[in-house]
């Protein structure tokens, strides 16, 4: 009987070796540091081994392993980790971002937690940017997200993103851009001009979109969400990336980044540069772009951090301006005709281009004051240089190559060395036709600092300041006389009857100051599953206009008065996690902001509109979400209220005299609503299934306030002012109402994924000019629906050692035939077919992409 047991105990220890040598399952879950959002897809390897796997939709993982060994988990744009197996849950792991790998400092507090902060939220991370961007523009991967639209009209870098039917490029911006926590959308404006960054998508490491109300504290033009970007900034690691792509229609781009990693002194080093060329798949719209990126970090000591950081884009590329249907569709060059080409001494020579330098320059500071309280703070600058290049016609009429002369109705070029010829006969020199340059400069400084303390175990409190100084110069140079002698200009009253050459200050001078002070107090709830928040700002805002040619120099009128405008914003939501896959939320806000430089100034003078005032917004919204380990599901619905809208509109060129007409809109009242899903599905571990669907409902809740229409010279038009205008019950004309998506990406085999996308846009609305609504009844055209599909495929693989992946992308693959944006120039087009007044972008047809990437 003892040798019996002692058999039956050798055995058990036996098997219990075995079994140790085997491994157990491990279990844990992945999540980003910041934003606590899964990390689907990152890789888990039990080091020294080929056992990986991959983390579900949840996060969450299981592996077999042996107790002791190491498991090393990594994730395109994340700091790589190894943890030594102890037991077979893990708990949570966190990732941090590449872009706080040595804890650097950005204002991080505008971004949203997962199951947390109660906002609607998509995040695209890292990977996904680098397997789906192609030669697009960055805002281009945000279609992807529901109520959010983007396109691109003029040219390389001109994107613009509408979320939820708020423009980001309307003359009053309503989408808030922040890079690091830095605000860039213009102070003027509200616009976000996407080509002062257009190699952003090399060293962006997230890219959030809030809708709606948001997370940010400060008062920022978000009235229809703020998309956050975070940049790499500087790796712990030693090493970096060469980059070389090609694709469609000549486009080049080859980049370069090397990172010194963390010294033992605490220093970092983060370089990256990039060159971009090409044609933008239509004629004559070719570009040139250098993008530099720089880090330097310094560890002081085990609870301070400073950080240096330099980026920007110096770019230059044609552009093309709208044009109507009819005439496009009966072009021999079909969608890729560009009205706006021209000729001179027998070369290709668009008189349209733009050409700008933005660096912007951040030093970051963090402090952790103790186990309760920290300090961040960044300090800005920005100088921006650059403008717009066009055709002045001087109301004589263009000459083409094939000699007519009947502008847009003509499909060749414009013939500019004709041009020349008769600039070179004028009896005294003066310039018929000439290129001119309106120059748009600034320089702008600013400070964001935020104090943030936890109160009590359940209570955080947050506190801070945001204060900018921006200066912004405009003005109009000779560009090019095109053979003449001078151009005769009268616009300035300081030299009357100026002849002006190359070089010199025409039509318009005038010098824009903005100064902004805010401060926000946030305090957030967090205990167990219910977090709850609530955010209260204000903002003082003071507004100076200087103008330099339309007074006298001794004139006192040359510099107006300032003009001040307090705007506030109260929100505040709660989020309740119902058990670990569901959770429910909701938010409510009242926001104010001032009205844009542009509104309180009017006539092109120094005139104060003493009826413009701020702008409201009262928005709420309800959402649930629902995540297992292979599918989630997020649903919400919005309803926002937008009050006292003001902007002005330009018209085209007018058909007879060229003149381009300003119409001052305001007291426009507009309501917002809808409802927004967001799909996963992980059938098996190799293949992922994304889905959104965004229907909306957005129109003018009341006809508008007063409307003035304005001539070239700053005057009003005779009969051109009326009370308001009819534009009640009609649809916001901005994006598709109702848009849907579906994509599927495939891991074939472990080093080689393919992906899809498919969209759908449709109930959408052309923009249209105001004073065309003065009758009761009018109906803006609607665009045609049209549907895309978007493929992609990666190869990783290894040379020489080094990591090494083979990207390629196809854009509009069926080569479908649409209209991207448009303009109903006069509301009176039946709702069927095509109006002969309807100015419109088509857009891109088929593209492709490849590009070749070793790390080292």
Not at 158 to 181: E, H, L, Q, Y
Not at 813 to 840: C, E, F, R, W
Request: no cysteine; glycine share 10%.
């Amino acid at each position: 009987m003892r040798k019996y047991l002692l058999l039956l105990f050798i055995s058990f220890l036996t098997t219990g070796a075995v079994l140790a040598q085997d491994g157990s399952v491990i279990r844990g879950k992945l999540l980003d540091a910041q934003t606590k959002e899964s990390l689907i897809g990152a890789s888990v390897l039990v080091k020294g081994t080929t056992n990986a796997t991959t983390a579900a939709l949840d996060g969450s993982f299981k592996i077999t392993a042996p107790g002791g060994s190491i498991l090393v988990f990594s994730y395109i744009g994340y700091v790589s980790k190894e943890v030594t197996v102890t037991g077979k849950n893990l708990g949570d792991i966190f990732l941090d971002p590449a872009s706080s790998s040595v804890k650097e400092v950005t204002i991080t507090g505008d971004v949203a937690i997962d199951r947390r902060t109660p906002i609607a939220v998509t995040t695209i991370n890292a990977r996904t940017i680098e397997e789906k961007i192609g030669t697009q523009d960055l805002p281009a991967l945000l279609a992807v997200v529901p109520g959010v639209m983007t396109s691109n009209t003029s040219g390389y870098g001109d994107s613009r993103v509408s979320i939820r039917g708020f423009s980001s490029t309307s003359k009053n911006g309503n989408v808030a851009m922040t890079i690091n926590g830095i605000p860039v959308n213009d102070m003027e404006n509200g616009n976000t001009y996407w080509s002062d960054f257009t190699g952003l998508s090399d060293v962006t490491t997230s890219f959030q979109v809030q809708r709606g109300l948001g997370a940010a504290k400060i008062i920022v033009p978000s009235f229809g969400g703020t998309i956050n970007i975070t940049t790499r900034n500087t790796d712990a690691v030693k090493g970096g990336y060469v980059f070389s792509g090609i694709g469609s229609d000549g486009y080049s781009k080859f980049g370069a980044l090397i990172s010194t990693g963390l010294t033992p002194s605490g220093w970092a080093a983060t370089f990256q540069g990039s060159k971009t060329e090409g044609n933008y798949h239509v004629d004559n719209t070719e570009f040139l772009n250098y993008n530099y990126f720089f880090n330097l970090s310094k560890v002081l000591s085990a609870t301070q951090t400073i950080s240096f950081s330099l980026m920007g884009a110096s770019q230059k590329h044609n552009t093309r301006f709208n044009a109507p249907i009819y005439v496009i569709e009966h072009a021999p060059q079909g969608i890729r005709y560009n009205p706006d080409a021209g000729v001179l001494n027998g070369q290709p020579y668009d008189p349209y281009q733009n050409y700008f330098s933005k660096p912007l320059a951040s030093l970051n500071h963090s402090w952790v004051i103790n186990d309760k309280s920290s300090l961040s703070t960044v300090l800005y600058a920005t100088y921006g240089t650059g403008g717009g290049v066009s055709l002045a016609t001087n109301n004589a009429s263009t000459p083409h190559i094939n000699g007519n002369t009947n502008g847009l109705y003509d499909y060749s070029p414009f013939d500019l060395t004709a041009i020349a010829k008769t600039n070179a006969a004028t009896v005294d020199g003066a310039a018929t036709n000439y290129i001119k340059t309106s120059e748009n400069d600034h320089h702008w400084y600013g400070v964001r600092s935020t104090f943030n303390t936890q109160l009590t175990n359940d209570i955080n409190l947050s506190a801070g300041i945001d204060l900018k100084d921006y200066e912004g110069t405009h003005f109009t140079k000779v560009n090019n006389l095109l053979g003449a002698g001078y151009v005769l200009d009268n616009n300035n009253k300081n030299a009357p009857n100026n002849h002006a050459v190359t070089g010199d200050k025409i039509s318009f001078y005038n010098v824009d100051d903005i100064l902004s002070g805010g401060a926000f107090l946030q305090s957030e709830y967090v205990k167990n599953d219910l977090s709850a928040f609530i955010t209260l700002s204000g903002t003082e805002s003071r507004d100076q206009r200087n103008d330099y040619f339309t007074y006298l120099d001794s004139d006192p009128k040359q510099h107006s008065p300032w003009v001040s405008f307090f705007t506030y914003q109260a929100k505040g939501g709660a989020n309740y996690n119902i058990n670990e896959n569901m959770n429910i939320f909701a938010n409510i806000g009242y926001i104010t902001k001032p009205p844009y430089f542009d509104n309180v100034f009017i006539n092109f003078k120094n005139d104060i509109n003493k009826s413009t005032v701020p702008e409201k917004l009262f928005s709420y919204e309800l959402g649930y979400g629902y995540k297992t380990s292979n599918f989630s599901a997020n649903l919400n619905f919005y309803r926002s209220s937008y009050m006292n809208r003001a902007f002005t509109q330009a018209t085209p060129p007018d058909g007879t005299t060229g003149i381009i007409y300003s119409i001052n809109i305001s007291g426009v009242n507009e309501l917002h609503q809808g409802g927004e899903l967001e799909l996963k599905f992980k059938p098996v571990r190799q293949v992922t299934i994304n889905g959104s669907l965004s229907v909306g409902d957005w129109h003018y809740s009341s006809n508008s306030g007063p409307v003035q229409v304005l001539n070239d010279q700053n005057q009003p038009v005779v009969g051109g002012s009326y009370p308001a205008v009819l534009i009640k019950g009609l649809k916001v004309g901005d994006a598709p109402q109702t848009q849907a998506h579906i994509g599927a990406d495939i891991d074939v085999l472990s080093d080689f994924r393919v992906g899809a996308d498919y969209f759908y846009n449709g109930n959408y609305t052309s923009n249209f000019f105001f004073n065309t609504i003065q009758t009761a009844g009018l109906t803006p055209w609607k665009i045609p629906t049209y549907n895309l599909l978007n493929v992609n495929a990666v190869l990783k693989f290894k040379i020489a050692g080094l990591d090494g992946s083979l990207v390629g992308n196809v854009t509009n693959l069926l080569n479908t035939k649409y209209i991207s944006d448009a303009n109903d120039g006069s509301v009176s087009a039946a709702p069927k077919g095509l109006p002969q007044n309807a100015n419109v972008y088509f857009g891109y047809g088929r593209t492709f992409g490849t590009s070749l990437k070793i790390k080292f």
